[in-house]
């Protein structure tokens, strides 16, 4: 069975970091390209980052980019999303997912949330 | 990366058929046959419909279908069932990212 576990949300401080992993499994995770998309509550979704199975092409959000950084471990089956420069705008619950830009996202991740306040 | 633009809410009977809109531009919508409809019910991960425009992913009813003319897509469900109650969100490439839209709450009435 596909699965994909996020892992990583916590309440930080506007200007901190934090890493978001999750974990996949039930699929050849390198021959995908890998996505984070995010919903702030009560607001709808906003694509953030998107890296390709080899993991030589990365895309940001011009929200992020700057900020955020994604990166994929294949032999661990684990993408990352590495955020810096946290702002309060930047809480919601963060969702991997499998596909790219094409926006095929066929199997999510159950979420994360971060909390981003003084 | 504008967002797509979707009405914010419908509204149908059981057994009715309703259509949801999403509008974009040439940059995105009107482009590329990339577009796809993910359903979300409250407190669990979205799920998808629809994806390149039209096609539907295993397990998913046939009572789903979309297309496209121009810039604009549409999600259109037949035979409205309970269960149907949900946000929906169109998504669609647009060349250096992906846009979603704001999202349609859908209603059965």
């Known amino acids: 069975e596909v699965q994909l576990l996020d892992s990583g949300g916590d309440f930080v401080q506007p200007g901190g970091s934090l890493r978001l992993s999750c974990a996949a499994s039930?699929?050849?995770?390198?021959?995908?390209?890998m996505t984070w998309v995010r919903q702030a509550p009560g607001k709808g979704l906003e694509w953030v980052s998107s890296?390709?199975?080899?993991?030589?092409?990365?895309y940001y959000a011009n929200s992020v980019k700057g900020r955020f950084t994604i990166s994929r471990d294949n032999s661990r089956n684990t993408l990352f999303l590495q955020m810096n420069s946290l702002r309060a705008e930047d809480t919601a619950v963060y969702y991997c997912a499998t596909g790219g830009l094409y926006g095929d996202f066929f199997t999510w991740g159950q979420g994360t949330l971060v909390t981003v306040s003084s | 990366q504008s967002a797509l633009t979707q009405p914010a809410s419908v509204s149908g009977s059981p057994g009715q058929s309703i259509t949801i809109s999403c509008t974009g531009t040439?940059?995105?919508?009107?482009?590329?046959?990339?577009v796809s409809w993910y359903q979300e019910h409250p407190g669990k991960a979205p799920k998808v419909v629809i994806y390149e425009v039209s096609k539907r992913p295993s397990g998913v009813s046939n009572r789903f279908s979309g297309s496209k003319s121009g810039n604009t897509a549409s999600l259109t469900i037949s035979g409205l069932q309970a269960e149907d109650e949900a946000d929906y969100y169109c998504c669609s490439y647009a060349g250096t990212g992906t846009s979603f839209g704001g999202g349609t709450k859908l209603t059965v009435l």
């Open positions: 040439s940059s995105d919508v009107g482009s590329y046959n990339l």
């Open positions: 039930g699929f050849t995770f390198g021959g995908y390209a």
């Open positions: 890296i390709s199975g080899s993991a030589d092409s990365t």
